[in-house]
Each structure stands twice: as structure tokens, then as C-alpha cells.
């Protein structure tokens, strides 16, 4: 993702040029970039509390006919769950990741054809794909259901004509 990598390059910038002051001690020049990536990196449950979010919007973007915001979302789910791959190599669950992959290119091929059933089904798979790895992966109780309200009361999922 974007800012995040802004924020880790300027993050690395900082650290590199305080390193040798003691005061800086969250960081030292012995920290490989793997224990820097470790120790700053987003957790997954965080990672996964900003894919609830996109998951959320892109349900309100495709009923409302809203194409260019579907892609948008749906672009920014496939984003979060890389960049889980990338950064939680410590968490073997990250491995079940392209289970999501059919659902995602389903929901890319509605967007295409600018076709609410199918995004609909396509959306269906998505969710239940979530669900899967949570019970795969003892996080049965992390339900995810197809929302019944906007998740936010600040943007409007309409089409503006
Ligand atoms: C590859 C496996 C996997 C997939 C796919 C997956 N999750 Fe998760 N999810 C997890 C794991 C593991 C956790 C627990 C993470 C933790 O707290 O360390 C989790 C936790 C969560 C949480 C709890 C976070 C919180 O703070 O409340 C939410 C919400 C969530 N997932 C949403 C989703 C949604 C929505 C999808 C589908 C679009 C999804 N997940 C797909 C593995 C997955």
C-alpha cells in the first residue's frame, strides 16, 4: 500500500539518521530489516480489520451500481491481502490467501460487465471464502455476513450524475 510504504521510507530515513543518538532506542543499527519489519509491521488482525472495511464498501458500491467505486474496493481488498502475505510471514494462515482468488476474479468479472447478479453471487463467494479460512484456522467465531447497513455515514456510495 501506498502510504504505508511512504510512512516506512521516511520511517527508515528517521531511523537511519538518529540511529547513533541513545535516545532512540526502538530502533538500533543492529535491527535487520527483517526485525524492523517485524516490530512495526501492521499485525494481521489489524491488516484484516481494514479488508472488513473495503469488504463493507464494496457491497454498497456494487448494489448502488457504482462501478468505478467497486473497483476501487475490490482492488484495495486484493491490495490488503497481499500485503498480508508480504509482512505476516510469521503467521502460516496468510499461506490460505489465494482461496480468495476466485471470489475476487468473479467480483472483477461482474464489475466488468457492470452486472448486479452476478456481483451479487460473486459476492456471496467472497464471504463465505472469508469465513473458510476463519474456521480453517480456529477463528470460527469471526463471522462475516453480507452487510445491512452503509459502514460509514461520510461517503456516499451513489453514482453522481
Ligand atoms: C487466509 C485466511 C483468511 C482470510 C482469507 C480472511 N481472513 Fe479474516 N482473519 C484471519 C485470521 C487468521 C484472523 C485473526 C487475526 C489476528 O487477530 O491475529 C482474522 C481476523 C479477522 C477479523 C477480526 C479483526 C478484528 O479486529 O475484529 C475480521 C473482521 C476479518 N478477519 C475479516 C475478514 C474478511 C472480511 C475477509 C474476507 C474478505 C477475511 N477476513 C478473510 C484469516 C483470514
Same mark, same amino acid.
Request: glycine residues 4%.
Given at each position: 500500500?501506498?502510504?504505508? =510504504?511512504?510512512?516506512?521510507? $521516511?520511517?527508515?530515513?528517521?531511523? @537511519?539518521?538518529?540511529?547513533?543518538?541513545?535516545?532512540?532506542?526502538?530502533?538500533?543499527? *543492529?535491527?535487520?530489516?527483517?526485525?524492523?519489519?517485524?516490530?512495526?509491521?501492521?499485525? #494481521?488482525?489489524?491488516?484484516?480489520?481494514?479488508?472488513?472495511?473495503?469488504?463493507?464498501? #464494496?457491497?454498497?458500491?456494487?448494489?448502488?451500481?457504482?462501478?468505478?467505486?467497486?473497483?476501487?474496493?475490490?482492488? &484495495?481488498?486484493?491490495?490488503?491481502? &497481499?500485503?498480508?502475505?508480504? $509482512? &505476516?510471514?510469521?503467521?502460516?494462515?496468510?499461506?490460505?490467501?489465494?482461496?480468495?482468488?476466485?471470489?475476487?476474479? %468473479?467480483? *472483477?468479472?461482474?464489475?466488468?460487465?457492470?452486472?448486479?447478479?452476478?456481483?451479487? %453471487?460473486?459476492?456471496? #463467494? #467472497?464471504?463465505? =471464502? @472469508? *469465513?473458510? @479460512?476463519?474456521?480453517? *484456522?480456529?477463528?470460527?467465531?469471526?463471522?462475516?455476513?453480507?452487510?445491512?447497513?452503509?459502514?460509514?455515514?461520510?461517503?456516499?456510495?451513489?453514482?453522481?450524475?
Amino acid at each position: 500500500m501506498k502510504p504505508y =510504504s511512504l510512512f516506512f521510507t $521516511v520511517f527508515l530515513f528517521i531511523s @537511519c539518521s538518529h540511529a547513533s543518538t541513545k535516545k532512540d532506542e526502538a530502533i538500533s543499527n *543492529n535491527d535487520s530489516l527483517n526485525t524492523i519489519m517485524e516490530k512495526y509491521a501492521p499485525g #494481521l488482525g489489524e491488516i484484516m480489520g481494514g479488508i472488513q472495511m473495503h469488504h463493507a464498501k #464494496l457491497w454498497y458500491a456494487g448494489i448502488n451500481d457504482n462501478w468505478k467505486l467497486a473497483q476501487y474496493e475490490i482492488d &484495495e481488498l486484493k491490495e490488503r491481502f &497481499e500485503q498480508a502475505r508480504m $509482512v &505476516e510471514t510469521s503467521r502460516p494462515e496468510v499461506k490460505m490467501i489465494p482461496m480468495m482468488y476466485p471470489a475476487i476474479d %468473479s467480483i *472483477n468479472a461482474a464489475i466488468g460487465h457492470k452486472n448486479l447478479i452476478q456481483f451479487k %453471487s460473486g459476492f456471496q #463467494l #467472497l464471504t463465505a =471464502s @472469508c *469465513n473458510s @479460512c476463519h474456521s480453517a *484456522n480456529n477463528f470460527e467465531f469471526n463471522i462475516i455476513t453480507i452487510p445491512t447497513a452503509p459502514p460509514v455515514s461520510n461517503q456516499d456510495f451513489k453514482v453522481r450524475r
